[in-house]
């Protein structure tokens, strides 16, 4: 089966940086993805890693090393409206169907 | 573009009522999916097709029925509405050729679903 991993909340605050983990357990490994969920919202894709290495987006870079099963999506000058849910998925064994974490909760104080 | 549609957002169920959540979309996208998120447990995969006339269960399909006539829509069925399907469903689909996103996943808004 898959398996992940994250940490279930990340505070900080306005204007830092954070990062937020992921680790993973499957077989036949294609990617690692990011969403984002702000309360009553729909989850939205962020980013998306299939090699070892860091992939920026403005504000969001995303890492992934294969080797060790783990990934890290790193928001930088943060902001309250980053307060959300940080979600990680895998898509793996041959059905890019992705497979979710738990969510993180991000709490950005001022 | 519309995107992800889901009807209805909300719907309130009696235990032992059938219903059908609507889901479509129209970016012609090949690989449709069902999940349910409950309260800290993520986003769990319900059941998944990855073209017309093919469907596939995914991690908790029990209780819920799909089918895929077409590319657009992907309806879930509950068939006997328990007080245990009480969840939020989001529809999410994905093209099928990789492209510089990967498999990113577009998601409806969801439909809030009680079951008394």
């Known amino acids: 089966g898959q398996s992940l991993e994250q940490p279930s909340e990340v505070t900080a605050v306005e204007g830092a940086i954070v990062q937020i983990n992921c680790t993973y357990q499957?077989?036949?490994?294609?990617?690692l993805s990011w969403y984002q969920q702000h309360d009553g919202g729909a989850p939205t894709f962020l980013s998306y890693?299939?090699?070892?290495g860091l992939e920026e987006t403005g504000r969001f870079s995303s890492f992934l090393s294969r080797s060790d099963s783990y990934g890290y999506l790193l928001l930088q000058e943060l902001q309250m409206k980053d307060s959300a849910s940080y979600f990680c998925?895998?898509?793996?064994?041959?059905?890019?169907?992705?497979?979710f974490g738990r969510g993180t909760s991000l709490i950005v104080h001022p | 573009n519309a995107g992800v549609t889901q009807t209805p957002k909300f719907q309130v169920l009696k235990t032992g009522q059938s219903m059908t959540l609507q889901c479509a979309q129209d970016?012609?996208?090949?690989?449709m999916s069902w999940y349910r998120q409950d309260p800290g447990m993520g986003l769990r995969l319900i059941h998944y097709?990855?073209?017309?006339?093919?469907?596939d269960q995914g991690e908790v399909p029990n209780g819920y029925n799909v089918s895929r006539s077409t590319t657009e829509d992907f309806p879930l069925r509950l068939l006997s509405a328990a007080p245990s399907q009480t969840s939020v469903y989001f529809c999410?689909?994905?093209?099928?050729?990789?492209?510089?996103?990967?498999?990113?996943?577009?998601f409806g808004s969801g439909t809030r679903l009680t079951v008394v």
């Open positions: 999410a689909s994905s093209p099928r050729d990789r492209g510089p996103h990967g498999y990113g996943y577009t």
């Open positions: 499957t077989s036949g490994f294609y990617g």
């Open positions: 890693n299939a090699l070892d």
């Open positions: 998925a895998v898509t793996s064994g041959g059905s890019y169907i992705p497979t």
């Open positions: 970016m012609n996208h090949e690989y």
């Open positions: 097709s990855v073209g017309a006339g093919i469907t």
